[in-house]
């Protein structure tokens, strides 16, 4: 059943059909009954519009008009119910396994990015620019650990939709509202899993498993849409189910505490903005700091994106076996990124403390790279570095690159895991030799 737009229903009028949207809420708002969850109040709100739908058809006939076909008020109701509970006219495209991202530049042009790496032009999802606003708005209002505001004040926005998907929009400093939503197509994902879809081997999913067992401290870097937070929430269910974990966001996205068979102790911290009179701000450092004091065994941080990274960085140094992902270019590139966060930090930390605070609290780096497979010509997302800190030098961190993968040449093994963490690795099953590569 494929969403439509409310103009192909107008001859349906109670008087249009925001006034059976009107006329559904009250009658919703004014039910007595126990309805406590959102679905429960979505069936509801279905069962609603369908009785006005039926009023109104009988209404119709006494008059003498044309009635709609049962197809055409099926399809009305859905796409009410999606106005007023999901996304409108794009819960269609949401509702698509294979559209990773749906960018909008207005309410006219929507292009959908599929997994396969092809892009298409949709159609129109709102009548005005009022209008996608609105429904922007509404999703905001429902989103989230706190109300997230969309106006001239505030005209910039992130939030996790129900279906974990990310939305990113942005009002008044362009033509039209732009929004961008981030698809998840994989969140309760395993190491096996994304050794199915090609993003590691073998021997990367058995290295990366032991370093999770064995506490290790991992950043997995990348450029955007490359496959960090699913990587990220494939290693984080290599936790033990009797670790606590805190994960913290900007913006609620990971979605680790929904999955409660895997982590049935984990707390999802959220940023929190500035209210109107510009106070109440709670910053990703300091939810980092916050989190130290409760009790973790594990602290997960979502998207590193500036001066939280020394916070991170203090966390990474106590040993929480911590994972974290970063923008970078490379896997040796994610120190000169950190380096940068930091000299933007309140600390402004130079770059010789910076390198010093690195090597003591990160142990590897796996960075995974989006290209086109020359074989198939489709987008593919791999793994393509793992590299271990060993170390600063002044101006320099230390490291090894343990593995590397070549489009050409697939994987390599190139400097030796130092003997010191191969001890901890092996603990927790690492056998160098008996993994294929």
């Known amino acids: 059943m494929t969403a439509i737009s409310f103009e192909e229903f107008e001859y349906k009028k109670l008087e249009s059909i925001d006034d059976i949207k009107l006329e559904a809420a009250r009658r919703v708002n004014n039910y007595d009954g126990n309805l406590n969850s959102v679905e429960q109040r979505k069936d509801f709100t279905k069962k609603i519009v369908g009785d006005i739908l039926k009023e109104r058809a009988a209404s119709m006939l006494s008059q003498g008009q044309s009635m709609p076909t049962l197809e055409e008020d099926s399809l009305l109701i859905e796409t009410l119910v999606s106005s007023m509970f999901g996304m409108g006219n794009l819960q269609s495209y949401l509702q698509d396994e294979q559209v990773e991202n749906i960018d909008i530049n207005g309410p006219s042009e929507v292009w959908l990015t599929y997994a396969n790496g092809k892009k298409i032009r949709a159609g129109k999802i709102a009548d005005s620019d009022a209008d996608l606003i609105d429904t922007i708005r509404s999703i905001a209002t429902r989103s989230g650990l706190a109300e997230r505001r969309f106006d001239s004040a505030c005209p910039e926005l992130d939030i996790r939709l129900p279906d974990g998907s990310r939305l990113s929009a942005v009002m008044e400093v362009c033509k039209h509202p732009v929004v961008s939503i981030r698809r998840h197509r994989f ?14 081997d073998e021997f990367m999913a058995s290295l990366l498993s032991s370093c999770v067992k064995a506490g290790k401290n991992i950043m997995i870097a990348g ?20 670790e606590r974990i805190i994960t913290i966001e900007q913006s609620l996205e990971l979605g680790l505490d929904q999955l409660t068979d895997r982590h049935p102790d984990c707390i999802a911290l959220e940023a929190r903005l500035p209210n109107a009179e510009g106070i109440g701000e709670i910053t990703m450092a300091d939810l980092v700091r916050r989190s130290l004091r409760l009790n973790p065994d594990r602290v997960i941080v979502g998207e590193t994106l500036g001066p939280e990274i020394i916070a991170l960085l203090n966390a990474m140094s106590q040993g929480f076996g911590s994972l974290a ?46 290209f086109v497979d020359p074989n198939s010509q489709k987008m593919t997302r791999r793994v393509t570095s793992i590299r271990e800190i060993v170390g600063a030098d002044g101006n320099m961190v230390i490291s090894n690159e343990i593995v590397k993968y070549g489009k ?24 160098l030799k008996a993994v294929a590569i």
């Open 408 to 431: 050409d040449n697939g994987t390599t093994i190139g400097s030796p895991i130092s003997s010191e963490v191969m001890s901890d690795l092996a603990a927790f099953g690492f056998q």
């Open 325 to 370: 992902t970063i923008h970078a270019d490379s896997s040796y590139g994610v120190f000169n990124r950190i380096a940068s966060y930091a000299a933007q930090s309140a600390e402004k930390l130079p770059l010789e403390a910076t390198n010093m605070l690195i090597a003591g609290s990160i142990d590897f780096i796996v960075y995974v790279s989006l």
């Open 187 to 200: 969140v309760d994902v395993t190491i096996h899993d994304e050794l199915k879809l090609g993003l590691l």
């Open 223 to 242: 450029r955007t849409n490359s496959g960090k937070t699913t990587l990220l929430r494939a290693l984080a269910n290599e936790i033990s189910e009797s």
